[in-house]
């Protein structure tokens, strides 16, 4: 049995990404943006999404694939670089 064991156990995988921006006002738009909090996470996912300072701080956990774990990972940095691009657009205009 490798150290991974079996990929089709549920497992507890936690993470926690801290973003920091050159100001508050920006890291609480990119917070706003981003925050889960109007959409309803599936079983067994778990993310909170804080302002602290010029810092975002997201934190991730879930009881399921890696896979799965990556994806949304890979979502919230997508949504974050969404958030981050119409923020500088609207600052030159």
């Known amino acids: 049995m490798s150290w991974w064991g079996n990929s089709c156990e549920a497992k507890r995988l936690e993470a926690t990404i801290t973003l920091e921006y050159e100001d ?4 609480e738009a990119v917070a706003k943006a981003v925050s889960p909090d ?7 996912l778990s993310i909170a999404t804080t302002r602290k300072q010029n810092s975002v701080i997201t934190k991730i ?3 399921g694939k890696i896979s799965t774990f990556i ?3 890979d979502d919230l940095l997508f ?3 969404i958030a981050e691009k119409t923020l ?3 600052q030159k205009g």
Request: glycine fraction near 4%; charge should be positive; hydrophobic fraction near 35%.
């Open 24 to 27: 508050e006002k920006t890291a």
């Open 38 to 44: 109007n959409h309803k996470a599936p079983t067994g």
């Open 79 to 81: 949504s974050v670089s």
């Open 71 to 73: 994806a949304t990972i």
């Open 61 to 63: 956990a879930m009881e």
């Open 88 to 90: 500088k657009t609207l």
